[in-house]
Structure formats: C-alpha cells, structure tokens
C-alpha cells in the first residue's frame, strides 16, 4: 500500500502532523546522539569539580585532546546515525493510530466499478466516513526510551556524576588559571577560602556554609564552632575575629594556619582578610537557663502519697530536674520532744519526672511520692525544684514552704507510737524520754491492745531502746531500725489484724469517730469511710451466717417498736455521713454516726423469699442478668486473651484452657445461679449461657465452666459465646415494658451486645484471637451502657415499678436509701447511673499506668515478636 502523503482538503490535519513529526524528530536526535550526551557530562564534571588544578600543564594539554577527540567521534557518530523525518512518515505514524486507517483510504483511488453510478456513490461514501474519521486524529507521543542501545546504563552514570558537579562544585571553577613554581607545584592563582557554622546538636538548627551567606550580620546561637579552611599562597589570607572569649590578633609574620576553629562565645566580628575575603558581624542568640516552679498546693493521699505538680520551661529542652526538700527548722513548733536540737540530716534529694515523648520545652508533670517513714513527714520543710538543659545550665525555683505529707493515724495508741518516733529520729538524745512516754501509755495494756501481739513487740522495742540508751550505744543505724520497728507496730495497731467482724466494726467506727474529732482530709474520710463498708459488709455477712432461717409457720418475733431496715439503707445513712464530714459538718456527722451506732447495736438479719432483699421486680431481675452476662463476657474475654498469649509464646492453642477455664466455671458453680435464674428458683426453661447449642440443661453451668463437673465436657470458647448470645437474646426479649427514650436505649445497647458476640463467636471459630478481643470488649460496652439506661429508665418509671415502697419509706422518716448499680457504684443524686468516684483506688495508680504504657512500648519495640503480637501491641498504644 502506498504511504499516504495527505490529502490538502484535510487542513485539520497539519497539527497533528506537525507535531508527531516533532516527536519523531526529537527520537531520532536522542537515539544518535546520546553518546554525544554523555561525553560532554564526562567534560564538564572535572572542570565543575575543580579537578583540573591538580594538573601540570601537559596533563592539562593531554585532557583537552581526549575530550576533543570524544566530543568529535560522538558527533560524527550521532550525524552518521541521525535520520531526518519526512512528513509522509509522520502521516504513516498518525494514520496507524487510527482505526481502519483513514488516510491511506483517502490516498486510494477506486480500482473496481469504476463508472458505475451505485459503485461510485459506494466510494464516495466510503471516503465521506474516512475523512470524518480522521477528524479523531491526535498527535502521536515520542518514544524517548534508549536502554536498548544503552543497555550498561551509561547515561545514568554520566548523570549522576554531573549532578553532583553541579551541586558541590561551581561554576567558578570551571576556567581555573593554572600557575606552576620552579618545582613543578601548582598553585592557584587567587586566594579561596570555606567555612562551616555548627550550631550545638541540642538546638536543632543545621549546619551554615559560609560562603553562601553574604557579608553582614550574621545570627548564631551561643556556643555555635566556626571551621575556616584558608586555600592558597601561604599569608594570602588572615583571619582576624572578637567573638571567642580570648580574641587572637593577626600576626602578618606568623604562619597562616590552614585550618581554624572557633567557638562563639560573645557579639564581635569575624573577618577574613585578603583577596576574596569576606567580614561578618556576629551575633548570638543567647541560651536561657531553664526555668521551674511549682504550679499548685501540694495535695496528699489518704495513705500519705504526695502529690506536688510543677511546670517546667527552657527555650531548646529540659535534660533533668531535682527537687531538694529541707527541714524548715524556723517553722518547726518547739515543743516536747523537738525542743532539743536535732541530729543533722542531709535534705531529701528526688528526681523530677520528666515527659516520657512530646516536647520538653514547656510541659507540666507532677512529682509523687511517698515520705511518711521519713523524719521530716508531717514537718514544716522547704521544697526547691531545679532543672537542666542540655547546656549544663542550671534553673533554680524559688524555695516553696510547706508541710511534708505523710500518713496520718487514728487510732490512739499508734498516734502516740508515730509521735515518739518522730522524737526519736529528732535526736537520739530523745531516747530515754521515748522509753518513758511509751511506757506510761502501755501502763494498762489490757485496755488499750486488742492483742497480745503488738504489746510484746512494743514491750521488745522498748527494753532494747532502754538498753542502748542506757550504754549510751545508741549509733544512727540503730536508730533507724528501732524507728522501723516503731513504724511496723503502729502500721499494726492502726490496721490491726482482727478475724471477729464485729470488733473491726468498731475499730473502724472508733477510727472515723477520731477522724471526725482531729479533722481529716477528703481522701482520708473516703478511706475511712470505705474501711467501715467493708467492715459492715463482714458484719452482715456473719450475722446472716448464724441468722436461722425461717420457715412456713415460724415468724421471726417482732413488736411494735421494732424497724425493719435494709442494707440499702444503711448504705445510705454511710454515704450522708461521709457528705456531712466532707463538707466539715462534723457535728451533724457525728449524730448519724450515733445512729448508726445504735442501729449495729440491736440489728438482726431475718432471710425471706428470694433472697434478702425481698422478691425482685422485673427491672430489678434484668438488671441481675444483665450483671451476670456482664461478668461471663469479661471470663471469655479473660480466657481468650490467655489463649492468644500461649500462641506468643509457642504453645499450641487451647492447650490449657481446661485449666484456665476451670477456676470460674467452678465459681459460677458454687454460686449455684446462672445468668437469668431468679435467687431460689429452678431452672427449668431455656438454655443457660455456659451451655454448647445442642446440649441439654444443666444444672450451674455458666460461660465459666460446667460447675466443677469434668473439663472435658466442656465447651469451646466459641461454643460458650453461642451460649451466652442465646442468653443476652433472651434477655433482650424479657425486658420490662418501660417507656421513654432510656428503655429504647437499652433495647438498643442489647442489640449491639448480641452482634458484637455473633461477630466475636465467628473469629473464635476462625482462631482469630485478637479480633475476637476486640469485639467482645465492644460486647461489654454494649452491656454497660444498656445497664445504665435501664437503670435511667427504671428511675423514670420507679412510680410505675410494684413495691418500690418510696411513699412508705418517705413516711416512716427514715433514710431514703441511696441505690447502687450492679457493679458496686453509686446512683447519683438524681437517681442516674454513674459515678464521680475513683474507681482506680490504690497506691500510686498514676506511675503504675507508667510503667504499664512504658512496658508496651518496650515490647512493641522489639521486632523479633510475632507479628501478630505486634500488631495487638500496636493497637493498645493506638487505643491509649
């Protein structure tokens, strides 16, 4: 077929045309002369580089005729190769990337019914449709590509090598001028120069090239290192600089050194004298020392931990900090056992907590420790914080007065004990007065001591203190170990290790009746407060032991003055008392105390029907089952996890969780009651939660396990999250008909837990531990905050909930009862779910979330754990 050379009625087409013929044009440039390409990168990166001063003259001579010769022999390569494009082959190349190819149809003539009117109306239509078509013609891109003629990669070489010429060499060295000495040194013929500015590593600021910044001021910070390096003719160039603490005076004699390095100290100049020098005036950015100050009161647990917060600042970062507390022995109340002089004591010396991540230019942190066995505890004492930087400065805060926290005693006998060490530890010379003292208080010991115990080991503590004394033997060492000893007995004699529960009520009742008298802090009667429920807790629960159980037709005896009261209630008259004390109503604490007293006194525990509490209602029963599915979950979850930490460590899956397994099944077990099962009744309908879909019912079998029944017959994981998704369905079906948005809302919540148990039961299958994990903690989620708006929807329609006795308990003036949620907190004042309490009670919950968050960074860290451990790793970081 011919090729087309364009039909000229087609003007359309001269753009197209002329741009393909381009590309072809620039093809055919690059595939003839790429060698030329590279020889003359091969030129220019020597004369870039400044290589060629390393040459004599002949050499010199010698690499120009090397780089003619390539330069010409790649040149003529490249015409020899080169092929000029015609416009019939740009037509060629635009027409072949169309369909049918429409030009070369119009370049045709009509070779068969010719003269024939059909035939010819044929043809014209035939070149109509062609001619449209080539109207979709666009032009045709070059194809650039060489690595066939250049499969070594030459090109990218000579590239690479000319951008890094051009980067670190210059176009002023691209025509050097030679000059040579008698022997044959070369040498350049002007004076050069370089110099670096490198600002201390702890601020964070780059590297400056002096010779890009143009004479003038110049802005360093202090303690920035300036590297010159003189070039050429010895004495050619001097430098002459003020910003070192002892600034050097030219000396045109001396030799000129090649190399200088300067430390900026101080504002001055820095002056390169000579041909091509350069003068700056510097000026630095000072470094301010750091700066520290405590930023609130120091606050103090219940148990005596110091809490102190402090902010700290500096223009780069804070490296460390300390804080130094003293005695303030001005402040101290010279009386007693204090009035001697006391024994020197070097200060307390902490170190402050600094940011784990983050910036430490400013932050705030907050010191925490525990000083109640130190002698100053409980003193007057100041406390100085100090930082660091990384330049070795140091800021100093301003001394702060204070009382040092420790932990403060109730009970008399171990505030006597703790007083008379602190004499003890004032001075040694206290010690014949401490023997005194102690004695006297232990004069009736029969009194005061609940147990032999903690007198004989008072009475121990104190011959051995007299016999020291005595001997006047009485070194600092042993000092502290009778100190220690003091601090264990009143630990003893205030906590105490009573097994009847009647006489831990009335220790904790006489501790909170001394508390109410001396004055305590809000942490201290919560502590208090919980120690007296705890005890009540025990109380009730060994009269409820020895209560005999009625039966059909003995009723307990009771007269008219008698009153019936629930634990409810008492809960409530607890939580009035600890509002009263907490906002300093003492007296009118100490009258409900009184109460209460009195109530303990003459209280009787009576069982009935269903439980202690009376009958349950309908809300109050799916509040129960909701609990309990609540707690099943958490076992499942607790066993999965166990699972997937067996697959870390190597052991084959499952391969304990009978055992594991077995110690809460046995619990759910013992307790007799499944999730669902109303206190005293009988199972007789469904299927319990911890029973496998298709297995018949069981008596006390729950997610936990089979009731202490064999391991073996115990279901899988997955299994027993079918199980309990069954139950959580049916307790969704047996919610009370409540009315409201709460009760949709926990509908709702119910609805959730059920597919996130569907979904978790599905990975179970699969053996996808970790992804199981995560749904069931959304399955106990769900469950809590149905929990919650259940309880709100119940609080709304109480009025509707049969014997809720609200009106009689109004009327009988006694305590309305403060009700609790299923999981031990309590109801707000306005009968809500929910709770401002604490719940991470405990010492020092904030530094052991430290360690804990520290410890799985650790462990993410080391990349030669399982991915998959990896993985959960990193969700946990991500989560917290």
């Known amino acids: 077929m011919p090729r087309p050379t364009g039909p000229e009625p087609l003007p359309h087409l001269n753009w197209p045309v002329r741009l393909t013929r381009a590309g072809m044009l620039a093809e055919a440039v690059v595939r003839a002369f790429w060698p030329l390409w590279i020889v003359i990168a091969l030129i220019l990166v020597p004369l870039l580089m400044g290589w060629l001063r390393l040459l004599t003259e002949q050499g010199l001579w010698a690499f120009v005729a090397v780089a003619g010769l390539a330069f010409l022999a790649a040149f003529g390569w490249g015409l020899r190769k080169m092929v000029w494009p015609s416009r019939a082959d740009a037509l060629a190349r635009l027409d072949a990337t169309l369909p049918g190819r429409p030009i070369a149809a119009l370049a045709d003539s009509q070779a068969i019914g010719a003269g024939d009117l059909a035939s010819e109306a044929v043809w014209r239509a035939h070149l109509a449709r062609m001619a449209e078509r080539t109207r979709e013609a666009r032009a045709v891109q070059p194809d650039l590509r060489i690595s066939d003629r250049d499969p070594y990669g030459l090109r990218f070489i000579a590239a690479l090598f000319l951008a890094v010429a051009v ?91 090649s190399q200088r390095m300067l430390e900026v100290a101080q504002n001055g100049n820095l002056t390169i004298d000579g041909p091509g020098g350069a003068a700056w005036d510097v000026r630095i950015i000072a470094d301010v020392p750091p700066e520290v100050s405590i930023t609130a009161p120091v606050e103090a647990s219940a148990m005596g931990e110091m809490s102190l917060p402090f902010a700290a600042q500096d223009d780069y970062a804070v490296m460390a900090g300390q804080a130094v507390i003293a005695l303030d022995l001005a402040a ?36 925490i420790d525990d000083f109640s ?43 006597a004990v703790i007083e008379q060490r602190r004499d003890l530890l004032w001075s040694a010379s206290n010690a014949r007065r401490v023997v005194q003292v102690l004695r006297a208080v232990s004069y009736k010991p029969e009194d005061l001591f609940t147990s032999e115990t903690t007198y004989l080991r008072l009475n121990v503590t104190l011959r051995r203190l007299d016999a020291l004394s005595r001997a006047e033997a009485l070194t600092a060492e042993e000092v502290d170990e009778i100190a220690l000893a003091l601090w264990d007995l009143a630990i003893q004699l205030e906590d105490g290790t009573l097994a009847d529960a009647r006489e831990r009520l009335q220790r904790a009742q006489e501790r909170l009746a001394e508390a109410m008298r001396n004055g305590a802090s809000d942490e201290e009667i919560a502590e208090l407060m919980n120690e007296l429920r705890e ?11 020895n209560a005999e159980p009625r039966d059909g037709t003995d009723e307990p005896q009771t007269g008219e003055n008698s009153t019936t009261i629930t634990q409810d209630e008492l809960q409530a008259l607890m939580d009035r008392i600890q509002e009263l004390m907490e906002e300093g109503r ?26 202690e509490g009376g009958p349950q209602t309908p809300g109050q029963q799916s509040m129960q089952d909701m609990a309990e599915a609540l707690r099943d979950q958490q076992q499942l979850s607790d066993e999965a996890f166990r699972e997937l930490q067996e697959q870390f460590n190597g052991q084959q899956p499952g391969q304990q969780q009978g055992q594991q397994g077995q110690e809460p099944g046995q619990q759910q077990g013992q307790q007799g009651q499944q999730p669902g099962q109303q206190p005293g009744s009988q199972q007789g309908q469904g299927q319990s939660p911890g029973e496998p879909s298709g297995q018949g019912q069981q008596n006390d079998q729950g997610p936990g396990g089979d009731g202490g029944g064999d391991q073996q017959n115990m279901g899988s994981l997955s299994e027993r999250q079918e199980a309990l998704r069954r139950e959580v369905e049916r307790q969704r079906g047996n919610l009370p008909a409540l009315s409201g948005e709460e009760a949709e809302a926990a509908r709702r919540a119910l609805d959730q837990a059920e597919g996130a148990m569907e979904e978790a039961e599905d990975a179970l299958r699969e053996g996808d531990m970790a992804e199981a994990i995560d749904r069931q903690a959304e399955a106990m989620n769900a469950l809590r905050e149905g929990m919650r708006n259940l309880g709100e929807a119940l609080a709304q329609n109480e009025n509707q909930e049969p014997g809720q006795g609200t009106q009689q308990g109004a009327a009988d003036g006694r305590v309305e009862p403060t009700r609790r949620d299923p999981l031990g907190r309590q109801l707000g004042n306005n009968g809500q779910f929910g709770s401002d309490e604490n719940m991470l009670q405990g010492n020092d919950v904030y530094r052991r979330a430290e360690e804990l968050l520290d410890e799985i960074r650790r462990r993410s860290a080391e990349q030669e754990r399982p991915e998959q451990e990896l993985d959960y790793l990193k969700r946990l970081l991500e989560r917290f």
């Open 586 to 611: 003492m007296a009118e604490a100490a009258e409900l105390m009184e109460q209460l007293n009195q109530l303990m006194e003459n209280l009787q525990v009576t069982q009935g029907e269903g439980g």
């Open 332 to 367: 101290v109340e010279r009386a007693h056992g204090l009035t001697v002089d006391p024994d020197p004591r070097d200060p307390v010396i902490v170190d402050l907590p600094m940011p784990f991540s983050g910036d430490r230019g400013e932050f705030q942190e907050t010191l």
């Open 167 to 257: 980067l670190f060499g210059g176009a002023f060295r691209a025509i050097p001028g030679i000059e040579t000495t008698a022997d044959g040194q070369v040498l350049a013929t002007g004076p050069v120069w370089e110099g670096w500015v490198e600002p201390p590593a702890y601020t964070g600021r780059p590297s400056l090239y002096l010779a890009d910044i143009p004479p003038g001021l110049l802005i360093v910070p202090q303690g920035s290192r300036v590297t010159l390096r003189l070039y050429g003719e010895p004495g050619a160039l001097t430098v002459t600089e003020s910003i070192t603490d002892a600034p050097i005076a030219p000396d045109p004699e001396a030799e000129p050194q």
């Open 373 to 415: 066995q130190h002698p100053f505890a409980n003193m007057p004492v100041t406390v100085t914080m100090s930082v660091t930087d990384a330049a070795g400065q140091e800021g100093i805060g301003i001394p702060e007065g204070m009382i040092l926290p420790g932990r403060r005693f109730f009970q008399p006998v171990a505030r």
């Open 535 to 545: 005890a009540m807790n025990d109380y009730m629960n060994m009269l409820a032991q």
